[in-house]
């Protein structure tokens, strides 16, 4: 079965940095996309970016392109998602998942329920202005 624990998240001021983890147990990340994905009140669950298992090829939601960066530590079997000049607007409630496919659709749809599985219990990320 297997689960992912996210931890990293915080408070920090507009500006600041976080990096997030992602550390799976039951699986290993070698095998699988995994994905990052944002909760905010009152709006869907985005995708905010995805690593896939193959080439490590990455995609971003654009609001995160150029400030957020995302990796894998096989050797800890821990994703990681580096936050940085973050904005009051990225406040929310951050998961990791495993994904069937890493794609452009991961960080710009809605994704169907069978496309995730082996969600995280969230990492709160909260930024004051």
């Known amino acids: 079965q297997g689960q992912f624990v996210e931890s990293g998240g915080g408070v920090v001021q507009a500006g600041g940095s976080l990096r997030l983890s992602c550390t799976a147990s039951?699986?290993?990340?070698?095998?699988?996309?995994v994905g990052w994905f944002r909760q905010v009140p009152g709006k869907e669950r985005e995708g905010v970016s995805c690593i896939d298992q193959t080439d490590g090829t990455t995609f971003y939601h654009d609001t995160a392109k150029g400030r957020f960066a995302i990796g894998k530590d096989m050797a800890k079997n821990t994703a990681y998602l580096l936050l940085t000049d973050l904005k009051p607007e990225d406040t929310g409630l951050y998961y990791c998942?495993?994904?069937?496919?890493?794609?452009?659709?991961?960080?710009?749809?809605?994704?169907?329920?069978?496309?995730?599985?082996?969600w995280g219990q969230g990492t709160r990320v909260t930024v004051s202005s």
């Open positions: 998942a495993r994904v069937m496919f890493c794609s452009i659709e991961v960080v710009t749809l809605t994704l169907n329920p069978w496309e995730t599985s082996n």
């Open positions: 039951g699986f290993s990340l070698e095998s699988i996309a």
